[in-house]
Nanobody, 119 residues
Framework: QVQLVESGGGLVQPGGSLRLSCAAS????????MQWYRQAPGKERELVAG????????NYADSVKGRFTISRDNTKNTVYLQMNSLKPEDTAVYYC????????????WGQGTQVTVSS
């Protein structure tokens, strides 16, 4: 059974930091690209950051470059998103996504974790 379980969300003040984790099981994690998406109320889901299967390449949305860092530990089947200098506009539900298989068409999603940035 495939599972992606996010944790680490919560309420933080502007300028603060959070670290999200996503624990994967039930598939060959080390062969999958891992990504973080987010969805704010009334908005479409957007890609925040991605990391290749070996961790050698990362990419970020322009809105989070220099503030967020994605990383992965293939010995723990876990991907992380370190979020620094948080802004109110970062408030959203954050989702973990795994993409793999032929043409990266196999996709798995976590249930999401809420991040709220507010004073």
């Amino acid at each position: 059974q495939v599972q992606l379980v996010e944790s680490g969300g919560g309420l933080v003040q502007p300028g603060g930091s959070l670290r999200l984790s996503c624990a994967a099981s039930g598939f060959t994690y080390s062969t999958y690209v891992m990504q973080w998406y987010r969805q704010a109320p009334g908005k479409e889901r957007e890609l925040v950051a991605g990391i290749t299967s070996t961790g050698g390449t990362t990419n970020y949305a322009d809105s989070v470059k220099g503030r967020f860092t994605i990383s992965r530990d293939n010995t723990k089947n876990t991907v992380y998103l370190q979020m620094n200098s948080l802004k109110p506009e970062d408030t959203a539900v954050y989702y973990c996504n795994a993409a793999g298989g032929l043409g990266y068409r196999t996709r798995y999603w976590g249930q999401g974790t809420q991040v709220t940035v507010s004073s």
